[in-house]
């Protein structure tokens, strides 16, 4: 049982999206190992912070070119489509939570690249985006 003050906090945490934040700066600090690990957090946090103000882009681990290879390896004949079902699982092994379950093509079962790259970028940059807009 947690106490108030436990539930407090945690609420604190979820309003302000801090677990998310923390997620997303330390995995970029193990995918890109940066011979100074402070001055890198801080750099990405001033790129965060300058998203924030300018309507730009969050910095995200997962770049349109790591996007493509996931589609690549899904389609691996180059029939331009995956299905629902691969797309589904594309998109959580991103670690991506909230996506559109129905995204175009979905009613015969085929998500062109171009979908799947928009829906993607689309949910990474959301998730990137640890701060309240």
Do not use: W
């Amino acid at each position: 049982m947690a106490t108030p003050r436990e539930k407090e906090a945690a609420n604190y945490l979820e309003k302000h999206k801090i677990p998310e934040l923390m997620n997303n700066l330390t995995s970029m600090l193990c995918f890109h190992r940066p011979e100074n690990p402070r001055e890198f957090l801080i750099t990405q946090l001033e790129l965060m912070k300058a998203a924030r103000l300018q309507a730009m882009d969050c910095p995200c681990l997962f770049n349109e070119s790591n996007l493509d290879a996931v589609f690549g390896i899904l389609d691996p004949v180059k029939q331009g489509y995956i299905t629902l079902s691969q797309y589904k699982e594309a998109l959580t092994t991103l670690g991506i939570k909230d996506f559109n379950e129905c995204p175009d093509g979905a009613d015969c079962d085929r998500i062109s690249q171009e979908t799947f790259m928009k829906e993607a970028k689309d949910c990474l940059l959301k998730s990137s985006a640890t701060f309240i807009t």
